[in-house]
């Protein structure tokens, strides 16, 4: 994985994709008032996305769900399927129930914001992501927490898709899964935070996951996390 783009001396570079006016406005002020970020481009639809992308070589877009001619799932995927290194994604939606919720996360989407979230967790989001690592809105998480405790246990499934993982790693899986840092986790099961780094790029590798997002969305749907447990 390539350094995050603070770590080579340059600003984190955004795209906003949104249909109004109003909202890519007031996101591009608010992003580029902060330091080490720089909106680079606006776009008011999912089409033609791929050419908005290669003319303004971003690290990181924002996207919104619902647009009239393409929607936002359909753009991200486009997105990430892009050769080489495809920026990030971050899907933004009015719902904390957006049907379109699951569907992006299991596309590769690395983080979802609600649009009514607070100023510093737009920044934070953009930050966290471009940093390589992954982000969901506390209310989100709790609406696919909510989601996959009302679903019928699978215990069968998880033989099946995680049994390539050592106890240790099935540990910090859930862990993750619980939204414990890299720090959190270390002191919960006494390693080294590098060893869960370390625990973490293993899990991802063996189950061809792309980032902690997707992690989750697979303990879930496989069984191994249930609420309660």
């Known amino acids: 994985m390539p350094p995050p783009p603070d770590a080579v001396g340059r600003d984190i570079r955004v795209l906003i994709v949104d249909d109004q006016s109003m909202i890519r406005a007031g996101f591009e002020a608010l992003l580029n008032a902060h330091e080490g970020i720089t909106v680079v481009g606006t776009s008011d639809d999912g089409a033609g996305i791929s050419d908005v992308v290669r003319r303004v070589q971003p690290d990181v877009v924002l996207m919104d769900i619902r647009m009239p001619k393409v929607n936002g799932l359909d753009a991200a995927r486009t997105i990430l399927a892009m050769p080489g290194t495809p920026p990030k994604v971050i899907m933004l939606t009015t719902f904390d129930a957006d049907e379109?919720?699951?569907?992006?996360?299991?596309?590769?989407?690395?983080?979802?914001?609600?649009?009514?979230?607070?100023?510093?967790?737009?920044?934070?989001?953009?930050?966290?992501?471009?940093a390589g690592d992954a982000l969901l809105s506390p209310r989100i998480t709790r609406a696919l927490i909510a989601d996959y405790a009302a679903r019928p246990a699978t215990p069968a499934s998880v033989a099946g898709t995680l049994g390539g993982l050592t106890d240790r790693e099935l540990d910090v899986m859930k862990a993750v899964a619980a939204g414990r840092s890299n720090a959190e986790i270390a002191t919960d099961l006494h390693l080294a935070e590098q060893t869960v780094k370390t625990h973490v790029s293993r899990i991802l590798n063996k189950l061809a996951l792309r980032d902690r997002t997707q992690m989750v969305v697979c303990a879930y749907e496989s069984g191994l996390v249930r609420v309660g447990r």
Request: charged fraction near 20%; charge should be neutral; aromatic fraction near 10%.
């Open 100 to 130: 379109y919720v699951f569907s992006a996360l299991r596309a590769g989407a690395s983080g979802f914001l609600l649009k009514d979230s607070p100023p510093e967790e737009l920044t934070h989001a953009v930050r966290t992501v471009a």
